[in-house]
Structures are given as structure tokens and as C-alpha cells.
């Protein structure tokens, strides 16, 4: 008995070993892909994961942070959930499932979940932060106050905290302490937008424009692209009789939020008050395409038509408003002006009469005044104010919670990134850029004779795959897999069988197919070329993990070279640059992309890599002026980064 169970052990040993490997390939490939973004795909190596080991609590919490990303907050909340049943002590798993709580606005259950992970980590401070955040749209104040006063007590110089509190007080309508607690946090720091935003907006409500301006000039600043601050300075620069000022806010915060109704609305006005009455049309279209019911919007536009001599659509505007409004006394005496131009006298009169009428009834004074008063955006229905800037109807900030899941995956600890890698890719590019198509005479060589209708293109960024994509590339893998089988030299099937991998985000199996096409043929560039890249996808990812790859990119800088040796391609200079910034060697950088573009000068992220270099190595005019060139090519992005270097 004691041999056969020994027996059994053993029979049964390595496949309990193969499943243990495959498991952790697995998840480090679905980790791999979830970096690069490819979230579809992560979740199909995750859904393998917990299908070969539905125990184990890391599959189920990386699928949900794939379905976070994907905005998939119920999913994500019930693969939490899972995991923390498998597992739980593990406080990233209830700060995600809070997160997805908080976006369903359950944020009792939000709370729930932060007092859990306090008792297993009770410092952790982006815990009682968010904790603190719930509890104030639960309204719930005290607590609030209470978990600040614990923050505080921890951490005496976190400026946040201050400015949470203001944001309490404010709510408490004790504007006094809110604004010590502003200065406070701007005290400990000075390099926080949303604080000076906040500060511009107790001085709006206390109608101090020139010191609400004066904050918010800070707080665009910071926050460049913050819609809000820019609709906010436009206001207090109104009240100051700053029209040009206004619009010029109007436009920049619409450039950066096209469809911002505070935007389009307000602009329409200031247009219609300087006499831009055919775009202030164009506004107000756009405002009732959003909210066709919104009858401000339709008699504004009805005056703009009146003026610009489309009588007929300026009455059918008008009849619209006062079937909505027939107490509305100035949309009939417009409406009655506008049956008189078109000679429809009877109208006019029936018009005209009702206005009378109601003078007898009531003293009626100037209805078309211009005021430089505000009315709320929905709590304010008076049609008399029609004229009127409308602003948000509750004056509360945006709240900022802390989220190790916002934004790109990528860009978590990145402050400057360089644009990647040219890669050897099955998938057509779309990305950024437009206008410029990546070629090279190998790979137009090799598409003419082994393309068999699937195409290799030459990619900086990848398309990220659906499920029925990923699906068609893992069958081409199994198909691919029989021909090398029978023909294991075949090295045609084995770099295709590479790309297919690469594009899956199975870079481990990629490198190894395409090394064995290099042990057959080592002058191959392609497999030089697409090992560096995807040797390079590693290394970014390995560092993210903690891991060290000075020899890799040892490794990649001599397949780089290699190739380099075979075919002076442009793009495999330009990825040897890469190399270089990675290992911060800017110098060699430079000339690596100098070199890409002395042989192709129309590579706009060549441009952009090396002006990123140029300012890594303290040449800040030189990089912007390749920025802008980057830009001018069409890498559009280029210009933020040239913005914020400019100054």
C-alpha cells in the first residue's frame, strides 16, 4: 500500500508541478498585458488562470482590475469579493473593491470596505483619505471631522488633509474655517491646484472676482487642463468687465472639453452681447442639441435669429418658448416685433394685447436689460433671465480620491515618457498619428512572398485586440504550432508564430520561437528586430515588478546592433535610442536618433524622443524645437510637454 500510494504521488507529481508553472505564466502574462493596456486580452489569461486554479485569490483580483479599467465596476466589485473570500488580508483588494463601491455611489459600503483594510493596516494614509472623502457624501460631517483629526494627528504636514477639511466646512456654510484651513494646506503646499481652486471659490461667493481670479491664475497653472477652472476665471472676469478675458477663457476650456455646456451657453451670451451673433447661434445649437428642452437656450437663440434676419425660425423659437412659458411677457413682445416685420399685423396685435393687459396688472419695466447676474443652471427656471451667465447649481469640488488605478497603467511613477518602440506587428497601426506610414524594403520583401493575405506591419503603437481578435490569433498560434511540428526548421511558420505571440502579449514564447529562428538563420533582421522589441516590452515591465534588466537591454542593444549590420533601417536606430534613454544615456540617444533621421527625416517620434533627451540632459531649447517639430508632423502631444517646458 505504502509503494502505491508513493507511486501515485510521483505519477501524479510533475503534472502538479506543470499546472503550479502554467498558472504563474499565466498571470505573468495577463500581468504583462494588462500594463500595455491590452485589458480584453489580460482577462482572457486571468479567466484561464482561475479556471485551472479557482482557489487562488490573485487571478480574481488582477480580472478585476481589468474590468476596472474596462469601467466594468459591477464585475470588478464581484471578482473582489471573490477574491477576498479566498483571501482575506489583503488590503489592495478591498481599496479596489471601495473604488468600485464609490463609482456606483454606494459609498456606505465604500466605508465599509476602508474600516476593513484599516484594522489589517491601520497607517496606511490613502485609506482613511478615501474613508474620509465617503463620509462626506454621506453628509456625515462629524466623522468626517473625526477621521481628519486621526489624519492629522498622523500625518501633521499631509496638505490634503487641510483642504478636505475646508472642503467639510465649506459644506457646513462656515466659510471662516474653511478658509484657515485652506491657507494651511496651501502653507504645506503651495503645488496643489484643486486648493487654489477651491480657495477662488469662496471668493465667488463672496463675490471678490479680482482675488478669485488672482487664485485661479494659480490654479490653471497647476492644472492646465482643468475645465472648470477656466468656466470659473471666465465668471469672475465677466464681473470685472473683462469680456475679451472671458471669452478667451470660454474658448480654451471648450478646446479642452468640446462638449462643455457651461461653455457653450456663456460663450453664446458674450457673443450675442458683442454683436458675434452668428456664432453665438452656432453656441446655442449646440447647447439645445444636448438639452433640446432647455428654453433659455431656445429664446437666446430665437433673439440671435430675429437679428440675424431668420424671422420664421425666430418665431417658431418664440411660440415654443411661451407654450412652455405663456406667463412670459418678453417673449411676446419680441414674437409680436417679428410678425410686424413680416407684415402679420393680426398676430402682432393678439401679441401686443397680451402685453398691455398685463401692464394694467402689474408695473413692467425694461425686460432686455443686461445684468451681470448669475442664475443657477437647473434650480433657476425664471425665464426673465434669460440673459443671464448660468453657473453649477452646488459650488462642491471635484473629489479627488486616492487611486493607485487611475490613468494609464504605464504612467503611474512616470513623469516624462518617451514615445516606444517601432515593432514588427500583424496588427494595423492606430495610434496618434495619421499621416505617416512606417515602411521598410525587408518587410515589403517578405509581405510580397510569405504574406498569404496576413500582412507585417511596422508599428510604434500597436491596436489594442477584442475578444474575437485575441481568439483568431490564439487559433493561428494552435495552426501555426502543427506546421512546426511536422517541419520544425520552418522558420517562415516559427517568426509568424512569434508575431502572433507578440501581438497576444506572450513575449516570453515570442523570444523563444525567435530565437530559434535566429540559431537556423542569425542575419535574420526581422527576428533580431522583433526580439529587441519584445526583449524590450520585458524590461519595461520587469522594472514595474522590481526587477533589474541592465543585462537585457545588454542583450537588446546587441540584437539592435546586429541588425543595424544587416539593414541601416531608420526604425532600428531609433529603437537602439530607446535603449539608450532607458539606460539614460542621452548622449548616445541623441545620435542614435540623429542618425533614424538623417536616413528618414519625416519620423515624428524621432523628433519627439530626442527632444525628450535633449531636455533629460538639460538642453531645454533645443528639445523644445524638436518637440515642435514632432508636433508639426503631427505628434500632437508633443505640445503639452513644449508647454510645460517653455516656461
Keep these: 500500500m505504502f509503494r502505491k500510494i508513493v507511486f501515485i504521488i510521483l505519477f501524479w507529481l510533475p503534472v502538479l508541478c506543470f499546472a503550479q508553472y502554467n498558472t504563474d505564466r499565466l498571470l505573468r502574462i495577463g500581468r504583462s498585458a494588462l500594463y500595455y493596456e491590452d485589458y480584453v486580452l489580460s482577462m482572457q ?20 482590475v481589468a474590468k476596472y479599467y474596462l469601467d466594468d465596476f459591477v464585475g470588478s466589485e464581484a471578482d473582489c469579493t471573490e477574491a477576498i473570500q479566498r483571501n482575506p488580508y489583503v488590503i489592495n483588494v478591498y481599496e479596489l473593491r471601495g473604488l468600485t463601491r464609490i463609482r456606483q455611489e454606494r459609498f456606505e459600503d465604500a466605508v465599509a470596505d476602508y474600516s476593513q483594510a484599516l484594522k489589517y493596516d491601520p497607517m496606511n494614509r490613502s485609506l482613511w483619505h478615501n474613508r474620509v472623502l465617503c463620509r462626506i457624501q454621506q453628509k456625515n460631517y462629524e466623522a468626517a471631522h473625526a477621521d481628519l483629526d486621526t489624519v492629522m494627528t498622523h500625518w501633521k504636514n499631509y496638505a490634503r488633509a487641510y483642504a478636505m477639511r475646508a472642503e467639510v466646512y465649506m459644506l457646513q456654510k462656515d466659510t471662516a474655517n474653511a478658509i484657515v484651513a485652506l491657507d494651511k494646506s496651501i502653507q504645506l503646499d503651495a503645488y496643489n491646484g484643486s486648493t487654489w481652486s477651491m480657495r477662488a471659490i469662496i471668493d465667488m461667493g463672496k463675490s471678490q472676482w479680482f482675488d478669485a481670479e488672482k487664485h485661479l ?14 468656466i470659473n476665471r471666465a465668471l469672475s472676469r465677466y464681473h470685472q468687465s473683462n469680456l475679451r478675458g472671458a471669452m478667451a477663457d ?14 457653450h451657453y456663456n460663450r453664446g451670451l458674450l457673443r450675442a452681447q458683442v454683436g458675434d451673433d452668428n456664432r453665438a447661434i452656432v453656441d446655442f445649437d449646440f447647447v439645445l442639441t444636448q438639452e433640446p428642452d432647455n428654453m433659455m437656450a431656445l429664446f ?9 434676419g431668420d424671422i420664421r425660425s425666430a418665431i417658431r423659437d418664440y411660440t415654443k418658448v411661451l407654450e412652455h412659458y405663456p406667463d412670459f411677457l418678453a417673449g411676446y413682445q419680441h414674437r409680436a416685433e417679428s410678425y410686424r416685420k413680416l407684415g402679420m399685423n393680426r398676430q402682432a396685435e393678439m401679441d401686443e394685447f397680451r402685453v398691455y393687459k398685463a401692464q394694467m396688472d402689474r408695473r413692467y419695466g425694461s425686460v432686455s436689460k443686461k445684468t451681470k447676474t448669475t442664475r443657477k443652471r437647473h434650480d433657476d427656471k425664471d425665464p426673465d433671465k434669460y440673459n443671464q451667465l448660468v453657473v453649477d447649481d452646488s459650488d462642491e469640488m471635484e473629489i479627488e480620491y486616492e487611486n ?15 514615445m516606444p518602440m517601432y515593432e514588427l506587428t500583424l496588427e494595423p497601426y492606430e495610434g496618434e498619428l495619421k499621416t505617416y506610414v512606417a515602411y521598410d524594403r525587408i518587410i515589403d520583401e517578405f509581405n510580397a512572398k510569405y504574406a498569404d493575405g496576413q500582412k507585417v506591419y511596422i508599428n510604434s503603437e500597436p491596436s489594442r485586440l477584442t475578444e474575437q481578435e485575441s481568439a483568431k490569433y490564439f487559433r493561428q498560434i494552435d495552426s501555426l504550432t502543427i ?36 540559431d537556423i538563420d542569425s542575419t535574420s533582421v526581422m527576428a533580431l528586430w522583433q526580439r529587441a522589441a519584445c526583449l524590450f516590452r520585458q524590461s519595461n515591465f520587469s522594472q ?6 541592465g543585462i537585457r537591454l545588454a542583450k537588446i542593444t546587441s540584437d539592435l546592433t546586429a541588425a543595424i549590420g544587416f539593414n541601416s533601417s531608420p526604425y532600428l536606430y531609433y529603437n537602439r535610442g530607446n535603449v539608450n534613454a532607458k539606460r539614460s544615456d542621452y548622449a548616445a540617444a ?16 524621432a523628433y519627439y524622443n530626442r527632444g525628450i533627451a535633449h531636455i533629460m540632459n538639460n538642453d531645454i531649447s533645443v528639445g523644445i524645437a524638436d518637440l515642435s517639430k514632432a508636433g508639426e508632423l503631427g505628434l500632437y502631444t508633443a505640445y503639452s510637454v513644449i508647454k510645460k517646458y517653455s516656461k
Design 45 to 64: 489569461y486571468f479567466n484561464q488562470a482561475i479556471g485551472a486554479k479557482p482557489y487562488l485569490y490573485e487571478p480574481w483580483f488582477l480580472r478585476a
Design 217 to 230: 491664475d494659480k490654479a490653471i497653472h497647476l492644472l492646465p487642463k482643468n475645465t472648470g477652472n477656466y
Design 250 to 263: 470660454y474658448d480654451m476650456a471648450l478646446d479642452i472639453d468640446p462638449n462643455n455646456f457651461l461653455g
Design 300 to 308: 437666446n437663440r430665437a433673439l440671435l435669429l430675429d437679428k440675424t
Design 404 to 418: 493607485a488605478y487611475r490613468g494609464r497603467v504605464q504612467n503611474r511613477k512616470a513623469t516624462l515618457d518617451f
Design 483 to 518: 506546421i512546426l511540428h511536422n517541419n520544425p526548421n520552418d522558420t517562415k511558420s516559427c517568426l509568424k508564430r512569434a508575431l502572433a505571440y507578440s501581438v497576444v502579449q506572450d513575449q516570453e514564447n515570442a523570444i523563444a520561437d525567435l530565437t530559434v529562428c535566429l
Design 544 to 549: 514595474t515588478e522590481g526587477a533589474e534588466g
Design 590 to 605: 541623441i545620435a542614435d536618433y540623429t542618425k533614424a533621421l538623417q536616413i528618414d527625416p519625416n519620423i515624428p517620434e
